[in-house]
């Protein structure tokens, strides 16, 4: 199956920072999602990225999907941002089927 | 729109005993997925589901996991004699199942077994 690698595994941040994470995929995507999820579980789509860039607010995203590699970025970060940032890829048949989850990011910022 | 509903939000069973996790979807979303994770661990694919019909089972437990989706009411994943490695959170997701549509995911049900 499909590789998702995420990195830094764990980022401590002061508000008001800045921060780039990153997921590496080992196959061509159709589907590619960032998702946070919040100190309390709560899981958050942030992102349908398969290519390009998006941007929301003091996030945005970035796919370059023939160098299999997806960014997400934050901009300016605030303590409600501290959780887990997941990648989670699908390839093969359809876009809409199983996802692959990479194994997070974890991110604290202090105040 | 109340997004995806799980309930319930936590459940304690003894050994043995039959856990039965419910999740209704979004509303307009015909496609349900469920998740599993482990402490400390991302979230592990189990099962994907159309009304009435399981399209990719690839990730449940050969026995005592099963899931249904029927053509009225939530989907149910239903976990048979549980033992203390099936405590997780339970995830379900719901999507539209059309290109460019993100998952939507319910707050999760944390099964505790002791």
């Known amino acids: 199956g499909i590789q998702v690698e995420q990195s830094p595994p764990d980022l401590i941040l002061q508000e008001g920072a800045n921060s780039t994470l990153r997921c590496n995929f080992s196959?061509?995507?159709?589907?590619l999602q960032w998702f946070h999820q919040n100190p309390w579980g709560q899981l958050i789509n942030l992102f349908y990225?398969?290519?390009g860039t998006k941007q929301n607010g003091r996030l945005s995203a970035t796919t370059v999907a023939t160098e299999r590699y997806s960014l997400l970025y934050i901009s300016s970060s605030q303590t409600t941002d501290s959780g887990v940032y997941f990648c989670?890829?699908?390839?093969?048949?359809?876009?809409?089927?199983?996802?692959?989850f990479g194994q997070g990011t974890i991110l604290t910022v202090h105040p | 729109n109340a997004g995806v509903m799980q309930n319930p939000r936590h459940l304690v069973r003894r050994r043995g005993q039959e856990a039965r996790l419910r999740c209704s979807p979004m509303?307009?979303?015909?496609?349900v997925y469920w998740y599993r994770q482990l402490p400390e661990e991302g979230l592990k694919f189990m099962v994907y589901?159309?009304?009435?019909?399981?399209?990719?089972e690839s990730g449940m437990p050969k026995e005592r996991f099963s899931a249904e989706f029927p053509k009225e009411g939530p989907s149910i994943l239903r976990i048979q004699q549980v033992v203390r490695g099936d405590s997780a959170a339970y995830f379900c997701?719901?999507?539209?199942?059309?290109?460019?549509?993100?998952?939507?995911f319910g707050s999760g049900t944390r099964l505790t077994v002791v």
């Open positions: 997701a719901s999507s539209l199942g059309q290109e460019g549509d993100g998952y939507t």
């Open positions: 196959d061509s995507v159709n589907n």
């Open positions: 990225i398969p290519s």
């Open positions: 989670a890829v699908a390839y093969g048949g359809t876009s809409y089927g199983k996802l692959t």
């Open positions: 509303k307009g979303h015909s496609h």
């Open positions: 589901l159309q009304k009435e019909n399981i399209i990719d």
